[in-house]
T-cell receptor
Framework: GAGVSQSPSNKVTEKGKDVELRCDPISGHTALYWYRQSLGQGLEFLIYFQGNSAPDKSGLPSDRFSAERTGGSVSTLTIQRTQQEDSAVYLC?????????????FGSGTRLTVV | EDKVVQSPLSLVVHEGDTVTLNCSYEVTNFRSLLWYKQEKKAPTFLFML????IEKKSGRLSSILDKKELFSILNITATQTGDSAVYLCAVELQGGSEKLVFGKGMKLTVNP
């Protein structure tokens, strides 16, 4: 597609439920990143994919968070047993060239609200 | 701990004013500093700075980096209502990490 597509754009879930957030990167972009933006905070790095592997997953806040990428394309971020502090906007970005942040294209994000 | 601090955190100006946004950083392995504009949700890239003292310009926007004093400024001249957004400063770390460390962002409101 023309840009990075994320779905759903908004998700309201009950505390304790699992959620899946999806990211469709720009076709051919090998690098994919997930960031989280909580209210009043800056973007916080979660995980980086190069192809299907994740060389840096140091930002995942707990073992309730996991992510995968298949076919070098679509990525899914899964949050199990959601908590209220998980409420945030989850942003995905992709890049054609590894480690070139000026080449990042961000998606419009998923706003997750845990009630 | 790697840290990026932006100031002010919010600013309200009138169309035509000039604004200066500040970003200071304290990181272990600096590679570059980036500025993004965020309207609604998706940040869009503005500038990437790697060398001190070299100003980057794009229309009414310009930015410069001081690696000795560990800060950068983003200037916007002759502001327009379309400049209203959150401006994000981020530092790219060197040494194999692919991540950016972001500041909290500065919310700019330009009133007509």
């Amino acid at each position: 597609g023309a840009g990075v597509s994320q779905s759903p754009s908004n998700k309201v879930t009950e505390k304790g439920k699992d959620v899946e957030l999806r990211c469709d990167p720009i076709s051919g972009h090998t690098a994919l990143y997930w960031y989280r933006q909580s209210l009043g905070q800056g973007l916080e790095f979660l995980i980086y994919f190069q192809g299907n592997s994740a060389p840096d997953k140091s930002g995942l806040p707990s073992d309730r968070f996991s992510a995968e990428r298949t076919g070098g394309s679509v990525s899914t971020l899964t949050i199990q047993r959601t908590q209220q502090e998980d409420s945030a906007v989850y942003l995905c970005a992709s890049s054609l060239v590894r480690a070139r942040p000026d080449g990042y294209t961000f998606g419009s994000g998923t706003r997750l609200t845990v009630v | 701990e790697d840290k990026v601090v932006q100031s002010p955190l919010s600013l309200v100006v009138h169309e035509g004013d000039t604004v200066t946004l500040n970003c200071s950083y304290e990181v272990t392995n600096f590679r570059s500093l980036l500025w993004y504009k965020q309207e609604k949700k998706a940040p869009t890239f503005l500038f990437m700075l790697t060398s001190s003292g070299i100003e980057k310009k794009s229309g009414r926007l310009s930015s410069i980096l001081d690696k000795k004093e560990l800060f950068s400024i983003l200037n916007i001249t002759a502001t327009q209502t379309g400049d209203s957004a959150v401006y994000l400063c981020a530092v790219e770390l060197q040494g194999g990490s692919e991540k950016l460390v972001f500041g909290k962002g500065m919310k700019l409101t330009v009133n007509p």
